[in-house]
Structure formats: C-alpha cells, structure tokens
C-alpha cells in the first residue's frame, strides 16, 4: 500500500465493456495506482493497445490515450498481474447458462470460478478480490472457499457495476452511488475501506455505500430489475394506448411527475435490449425458483414476457401496414445497437424485429453510425446463411432507404433526427411507412411529408 492507504497495483480480470471504462477511470483518478487490465481474448487485448479501442463509448479514446502506457495497461499475462496486484476486481461475462442444469436461465460461471482458481494459484497472501461481475447471491462464498482451499488469505469483496453503456465514462465519474458489500469482520471491513479509499478520490463520500456482501450482491440484480420493471410497464401501457387512443408519452409524463415515481425509465420502445436486463432477470427468476418461491418468480419473468410480447407485437404491427406481406420488400433499418451512443448489440431488439422480417423474405438495408457491418452480420447469420442472402449493411442512411417501401427505427441516436426526411421520402415506394420504434421523430411533421407513421403507443 502506498503512504494514502492505496494498493500500488491493481489489476482487474476481463478487458470487456465494464473492465476496460472502470479501469480507465480509476488510472485517471489515480495516477499512483498502477492498473492492469488483462484477458485471455488476446484480439481484445491487442484492439485495447491499438488505435482503434473494441468499446466504443464518449469519451473513452481520451482517457485511454492519457492514461494508456503510464498507469494504464492491457496485457495477456493474466498471472504475472495477479501476482504482482493487491487487489484485484474479477470483471468476466456471466452470460446465461446454454447448456446443462438452469439451462436458459441460470448465470454461467464458470470464467468466474476460472478466475477465481487462478487467483488461488498466483495471488500473494493478502490480496483483496473484488466481484465486479454480476453474480447470484453468495457467489463471493464459493470464491471465498476455492480461496481457503488453497490456503490463501484472500478477502473477498462485492462491489457491482451500475454504469449504463453509452453514457459509461459520465456515469463513471460521477456515479449514482459505490456499492461495496464486506464480510462482517474485521477483516472484511478493513478490505473494504481500502477499496472505498480508491473511490474516495473522486466520489463523493455520502455516495460510497457499505454494506453485507449478499445485500451488495442482490442489490445488483435487483437494480436491473426494477430498471427493466419500468420499461416492461410503459410498454405494457403502450398497447392499451393504442387500443384506447391515449399517447404513452402524455401519459408517462403524467405519471413520472410524481416523485415516488420518477420520470426516467419511462420511455416507451420496441422493447429493451442490452447484454444485462435479460440474463439478470432470467438469473433472478432462477434464484427465486432456487428457493421455492414460485410466485415471486412468475412476478420477475413476466416483465420479460412483456418484452418479448413488444418486440414481435412490433414486428407484426409493421407487417400489417405493408398489406401482411414483406416478401420481397424492401424494407430500410436505421439503428441496430441495443441503445445509442455504443456500437453493442447484444440482445438487441434490432435482432428480434430483423430476424423475423427476414423470415418473412423481405430485405433489409440496415444503417447504424457505430455498429459494424460484421456484427450486424453474425446476429443474422442463422437466417441470411453464409452468403448474407437478404441482407445489405450501409454506411449512408439516404442509400439504405433508397427504393424501400418501410423505414424503422430500432435505436434512439440522436442523430437519426438531422436526417432530411423529405429527401427520404422521395427516395422511397410509396405508400412510405414509417416506423418508429423510439418514438424520436415528431410523428405529425413526418406526416406532413408524406408518410404514413406509426410510433410505439401513439394514435
Ligand atoms: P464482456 O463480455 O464485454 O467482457 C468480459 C471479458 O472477460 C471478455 O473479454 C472475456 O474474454 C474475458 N474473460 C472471460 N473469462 C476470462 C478469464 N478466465 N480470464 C481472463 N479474461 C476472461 O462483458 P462486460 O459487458 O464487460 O460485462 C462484465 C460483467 O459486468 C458481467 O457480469 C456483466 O453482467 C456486468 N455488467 C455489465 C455492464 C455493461 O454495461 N456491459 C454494466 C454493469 C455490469
Ligand atoms: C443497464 C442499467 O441501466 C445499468 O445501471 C446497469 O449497470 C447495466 O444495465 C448492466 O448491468 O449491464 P444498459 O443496459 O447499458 O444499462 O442501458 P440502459 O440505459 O439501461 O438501457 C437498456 C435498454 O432499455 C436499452 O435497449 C434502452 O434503449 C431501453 N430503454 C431504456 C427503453 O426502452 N426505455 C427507457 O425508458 C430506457
């Protein structure tokens, strides 16, 4: 440690989206901390010491370029840094389990557990392991078991992630609040104050929270889930906007007026995407049906029903207006991140709406500003076959609307509202539909132009 109380090298396991931003931050923050972020994906390890960073998020490049060579390094070498770290934060993806016993619903963790065996071999005595990852509860305690198995005298800690990704530097730097969960010794206080200490220097104090190490642990899942609660509620909404002809957006202004509800969260969609609300539901239902508790599983699984239910009630909606039938249509897609502002596509509902739309033959001209056309291409793979079949990727949104007969709007980038959508227009078959999954374009100038429109819980 050094003379502030601060360990002098820190190492954090899993360059991925969490790993890299958080450790960047904290090189910045700290300078006198060494930081080394390592991986076993060498490609996303060489991409972090590149020109061209694998995470796209505002901000990122800058702070990597300030940081990147002085305190801040991104090395394969898993064990040499674990060797040489005080603290290391165990940041690997808990991706749903595919296979096996809680096949499709319980958290996979086996890259956790991989680290957490390595730590055992290479870690010096005294080490603190932090849980960065999100874990089901009591994972710290099989951590903490391989860790004495090995004789080890290692403390373990949770302390989630609640950065959004597209706002992960901003969230990062000033964030809602630290979550560090201790066991309720000495020991386990003491590790924990060390790791407040790093967040102390830019975080203000009121926000770092401490707390037991299961509480840290399900709040996390907790979080989410009411997160994805609010979304899977306003588009439930949606449809009985629809059916009933209220405006959602005049509604959930009405409703998120009242503090105790809030008006973020709010914004109806095509549905909600992104690597996490999916898999950390599905790891809370299995949990709750861990213990017996049937019905507050059937609670948390049906806002992931709803979503499933608004992503193809979206899709069908969108055929119907083509006449029931997009075969051989050609039909223009901007947005294929789950969200703006970062090039993921991880559960995105771009995914479910495309899938379907080529099921049903037609074709796609997919636009998006930060996602490559690889990725678009590997979501699809399974129904454009290796040849790409139905499916064009463009780097000019005028282009992938040129001869369609529908535009949709999957994402919410901002940017998408600069477009001269008279232009648009003209390019396009008429009847031109639009679609906007995001409700980001004012539905009656779009109808000025021409088109026929059609918003998410709109008239
Ligand atoms: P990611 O898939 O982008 O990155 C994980 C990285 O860990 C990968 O590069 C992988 O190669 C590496 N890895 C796996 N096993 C390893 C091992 N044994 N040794 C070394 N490296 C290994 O995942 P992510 O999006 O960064 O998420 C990481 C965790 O953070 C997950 O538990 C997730 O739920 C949580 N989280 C994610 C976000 C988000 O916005 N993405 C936000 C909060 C929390
Ligand atoms: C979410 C949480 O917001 C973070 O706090 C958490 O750390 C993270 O998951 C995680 O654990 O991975 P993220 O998925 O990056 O962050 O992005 P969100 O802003 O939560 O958006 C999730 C999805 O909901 C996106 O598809 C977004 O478009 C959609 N959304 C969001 C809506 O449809 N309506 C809204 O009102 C808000």
């Known amino acids: ?35 080394t972020v390592v991986d076993v994906d060498q490609d996303r390890v060489a991409a972090w010491n590149s020109e061209r960073l694998p995470v796209y998020e505002r901000g990122l490049d800058e702070l990597v370029r300030e940081t990147r060579g002085k ?43 991989r680290c957490a065996r390595r730590i055992a071999e290479q870690a010096e005595r005294g080490t603190i392991v932090v849980e960065k990852s999100t874990v089901p509860v009591r994972t710290a305690e099989m ?19 609640f950065m959004a990704e597209g706002t992960a530097i901003e969230d990062l730097n000033v964030p809602d609040r630290v979550l560090i969960g201790s066991a309720d010794t000495p020991a386990g206080r003491a590790a924990a104050e060390t790791l407040a200490g790093i967040y102390r220097t830019w975080v203000d104090p009121e926000r770092i929270i401490l707390t037991g190490i299961w509480s840290s642990e399900l709040s996390k899942l907790s979080a989410n889930a009411f997160l994805a609660q609010k979304i899977s509620s306003i588009n ?11 405006d959602v957006t005049e509604v959930a202004n009405a409703v998120g007026c009242d503090e105790r509800i809030g008006p973020r969260f709010l914004r109806a969609s095509v549905g909600f995407g992104g ?25 948390w699984q049906s806002v992931l029903q709803l979503n499933e239910y ?14 029931n039938t997009v075969t051989e249509k050609k039909i223009a897609i901007f947005g294929f991140a789950f969200k703006q502002g970062t090039n993921d596509v991880r559960e995105s509902p771009a995914i479910t709406v495309c899938r379907q ?7 796609l001209g997919v636009y998006d500003p930060a996602v490559p056309e690889a990725s678009v291409r590997q979501e699809l793979s399974d129904v454009t076959g290796s040849a790409g079949g139905r499916l064009e990727v463009f780097s000019d949104p005028y282009d992938a609307c040129d001869g369609s007969h529908a535009l949709v709007i999957l994402t919410e980038w901002n940017s998408f ?43």
Not at 152 to 159: E, K
Not at 236 to 246: D, M, N, V
């Open 310 to 323: 608004q992503k193809t009630r979206f899709a069908n909606q969108l055929v119907r207006s083509l006449f």
């Open 357 to 363: 739309l080529l099921t049903d033959r037609a074709w």
């Open 1 to 35: 440690m050094n003379h502030n109380g601060l360990p002098e090298r820190i190492c954090c396991i899993g360059a991925g989206y969490v790993g890299g931003p958080t450790m960047a931050v904290i090189a910045r923050k700290c300078p006198e901390i060494r930081v």
């Open 236 to 246: 439930a909404l949606s449809a009985l906007c629809e059916a009933t002809q209220a």
């Open 71 to 113: 305190n801040l390094f991104f090395s394969a070498d898993v064990d040499a840094a674990i060797r040489q770290a005080q603290l290391i934060f165990i940041c690997v993806n808990t991706p749903t389990k595919n296979y096996g016993q809680g096949q499709g619903k319980a958290a996979d963790l086996v890259y956790v557990e």
């Open 417 to 459: 509202r600069d477009l001269d959508f008279r232009r648009i227009f003209a390019s396009m078959h008429k009847p031109a539909v639009l679609f906007d999954g995001r409700n980001l374009l004012d539905i009656e100038e779009m109808r000025r132009l021409g088109f026929q429109v059609r918003g998410v819980g709109k008239v």
């Open 143 to 161: 951590i903490q078991t391989i860790m004495e198995q090995e004789d080890r005298d290692v403390q373990v800690l949770s302390n989630p992630e």
């Open 275 to 299: 690597s996490c609300f999916k898999k950390d539901l599905l790891n809370l239902v299995y949990l709750c049906e861990h213990y017996g508790l049937s019905e507050v599983a059937a609670y």
